[in-house]
């Protein structure tokens, strides 16, 4: 096997061909990108843009993201930074629904809460 030291959650299957084992750090760029695509998000924190996410890869993702995996159910906490002039609940509220919606439909396991913690404002000279 690779890495042993990694954390892993074990997800069940139907049919059940062998184990599948998914790293907390899959579910962490999962959630990442998810977040990342919300209309209002400048980047994460620790400021992993897109042009920075091409550069470096996607693990960069990760960063400002931080899950919790206990018994099957998942939790998260995630940092970003916000563009300047969005509405701050009708934003992190997105984030929420598409990290929820996101790790549920690609893992199998659960959600149970989303936090998100606005790091920073970015004032954007760019127009979405």
Avoid: C, F
């Avoid at 843009?49 to 906490?77: D, F, M, Q």
């Amino acid at each position: 096997m690779a890495n042993e030291s990694v954390h892993t959650s074990t997800i069940e299957l139907d049919g059940g061909n062998g184990e599948v084992r998914i790293a907390d750090e899959v579910v962490a760029i999962i959630a990442g990108l998810a977040a990342s695509e919300v209309k209002g998000v400048a980047s994460m924190a620790g400021n992993a843009t897109r042009e920075l996410i091409e550069k470096l890869g996607v693990r960069s993702l990760a960063k400002g993201v931080k899950i919790a995996v206990e018994e099957g159910k998942v939790r998260v906490a995630i940092g970003v930074n916000l563009r300047y002039g969005y509405n701050v609940p009708e934003t992190s509220s997105e984030i929420q629904e598409k990290v929820k919606t996101a790790i549920e439909t690609m893992t199998g396991m659960e959600v149970t809460e989303v936090n998100i913690k606005i790091v920073n404002v970015v004032m954007d000279t760019e127009k979405e």
